[in-house]
């Protein structure tokens, strides 16, 4: 069950261009459902009751944000983007650094997976404080994996412990900066938050997901995040 003496910052990294996108603005600023994929994907953070606050970090004089409808929400907290995405994520921690105490978690969630359900996040949040040990949400493989060597030869890769990670994903404060600082002092390449928590060779669990949590990284995956959204909706009205 979920101590109500723990607390939960949400980090959402917003200060990418999104390339892939084809698009003279941000992908996390494209027209979604009656928002933008950035506002739907905070409010189902701000949906989440387990939630206290959630840091949504831009880019400097970024000139879209002013016009999200959570611009002056009371549990919104802006930071200013970095470099790369480890980068935001440290300058969203350090936003925070004054309102941490001694084990309280960070939930790190992509601001193009506007698709994530609130029930999986409250599940990866119970995981977490449930067994004190950080948590990602996963979807299994389903797929044949094939592997291709040097030489050209393909080899078949055993799927049954191969998962797709997705966010959000979450881990003690302190343990996350610091995994965070030490791989960029030593160069590791760091594609999630994870993958930081790895390096420093802690523990962390999976947590299933659903496979309807999708990123949006090229035009197509607008349409059928779109999809994704109003089954959900249809679902929850039956």
Known sequence: MHNK?????????????GTRMQSSIPKQYLGFGESTVLDATLARLLDTAL???VVVVIQANDDYWPSSRYFSHDNIIV???????ADSVLNGIRAIKPLLTTGDWLL????????????????????????????????????TVKQESDDGS??????????????PQMFKADE?????????????????????????????????????????????????????INQQEKTACE
């Open 5 to 17: 003496n723990t607390t939960v910052y949400g980090i959402v990294p917003a200060a990418g261009v």
């Open 79 to 85: 930071a200013e983007g970095g470099a790369q995405r």
């Open 176 to 228: 996350l900066e610091n995994a965070l600082v030490n791989a960029k002092k030593a160069g590791l390449l760091i594609t999630d938050e994870a993958s930081a928590i790895e390096q420093a060779g802690q523990a962390l669990q999976i947590v299933e997901a659903s496979s309807d949590n999708i990123k949006i990284t090229e035009p197509a995956d607008l349409d059928l995040a779109n999809f994704y």
């Open 51 to 53: 939630i206290d606050k």
């Open 154 to 167: 393909i080899g078949t890769i055993d799927r049954t412990r191969l998962w797709r990670a997705l966010t």
């Open 108 to 143: 790190v969630h992509d601001a193009a997976r506007p698709c994530v359900r609130v029930s999986d996040i409250e599940r990866l949040i119970e995981a977490c404080v449930g067994r004190d040990t950080g948590a990602i949400l996963a979807t299994r493989i389903n797929d």
